[in-house]
């Protein structure tokens, strides 16, 4: 690589994950005009029977619904106090 060559950048990762089981939420930091904003992906994890390798889904069967409450809290308290940890009072 010649040296006036930037390093290629990382990926972008998320700032917080919260796993119960098969059931996780991920954290997303956005930078925004107006301060710093977060978004959540709440994703299933499973096994993929013809592959052996395990795989993401953003669809929820019945009983995966309430872990998938349990994280969406878990991420709302832990970005709750991000804010208020950046609030300038």
């Known amino acids: 690589m010649p040296a006036d ?3 290629p950048e990382e990926p972008r990762r998320p700032v917080q994950e919260f796993r119960l089981g098969r059931i996780k939420a991920v ?3 956005n ?3 107006l301060g710093t904003r977060y978004s959540v992906a709440f994703r299933r994890l499973y096994k993929d029977d013809a592959t052996d390798q395990w795989r993401q889904s953003t ?3 019945r009983d995966d619904l309430p872990l998938v409450a349990k994280v969406a809290d ?3 308290t832990w970005i709750f106090g991000q804010i ?3 609030a300038p009072f």
Request: without cysteine.
């Open 59 to 61: 669809s929820f069967n």
């Open 27 to 29: 954290v997303w930091e």
């Open 5 to 7: 060559t930037p390093p």
């Open 84 to 86: 208020q940890s950046d």
């Open 31 to 33: 930078e925004t005009q």
């Open 74 to 76: 878990l991420a709302h």
